[in-house]
């Protein structure tokens, strides 16, 4: 597996689309011209992704210093300015220090605000699936500026409830975890977990009401698959990390090494 400290970017896909689908591509977008799912600008011509360039400059990356465990924006310190290179190394916030989640690290590539809030709401509700390549570019580029616990094993999407994932058609989490497991190397086992109780929406929730509403939500279905391995979650969203430390304690009971978490974006 490659290092995570030199990430490639994201490969495009290997095989090319059949002629018929490039022509009516084509017919579309002369007819219906390519538009930013957050600003609503018409995209150039020769612009691949589906954010303009103004939108995509405009996301609020996440710079270090950064709490070593949960990933949040932390006081600097002399020390503070290189991203820590061990898990026990960096600052420690005050709400990890009232009380530690029980993934071991948390890493997201940008703010829960503004362009990224409406580009992941496009992602998540507005049918704009290609924004999960950017939205994992994120990911790939906050990683290789520094990793504490060296290249995972195995990604494991945070599971929707089975309802609630016919609902919108698809998992975020997994087309976001399929693109950096492309990019890392890495495989990506979204048979792992499964969220057995479909919970009340954690948005309007305070942290401790977060934490009873995903107690004993997820059930580990593959514990061979951790056993003794880094497995790394993955996340659209962080928030206050009830729903990654519930993933967390149902894969303990399967032994992994290490559990670490990566989101695009959290909740500063």
Known sequence: ????????????????????RRWTGALLDLVFPPFCPVCRAALEDDRRDPLCGACWAALPRI???WCRRCGGPTPAFPSAARPPDRLDAGPLCAACRR?????????????????????LHAF???????????????VVSALA???PAGAPDLLVPVPLHPRRKRTRGFNQAHLIARRLGRAWGCPVRPDVLAR??????QTALDSAARLANVRGAFRLRRPEAVAGRHVLLVDDILTTGATASACARALEA????????VAVARVA
């Open 254 to 261: 399967g032994g992994p090494r290490i559990v670490g978490l």
């Open 124 to 138: 998540k509700f507005g049918g704009h699936r290609a924004l999960a390549g950017p939205l994992a570019d994120l």
């Open 63 to 65: 710079a270090p210093p």
């Open 145 to 147: 500026a520094g990793w």
């Open 1 to 20: 597996m490659p290092s995570l400290e030199h990430l490639p970017a994201l490969a495009p896909p290997r095989s090319h689309p059949p002629a018929w």
């Open 99 to 119: 009380r530690a989640p029980a993934f071991a690290y948390a890493r997201a590539a940008v703010r829960y605000e503004d362009t990224a809030r409406e580009a």
């Open 196 to 201: 057995v109780t479909e919970t009340e929406p």
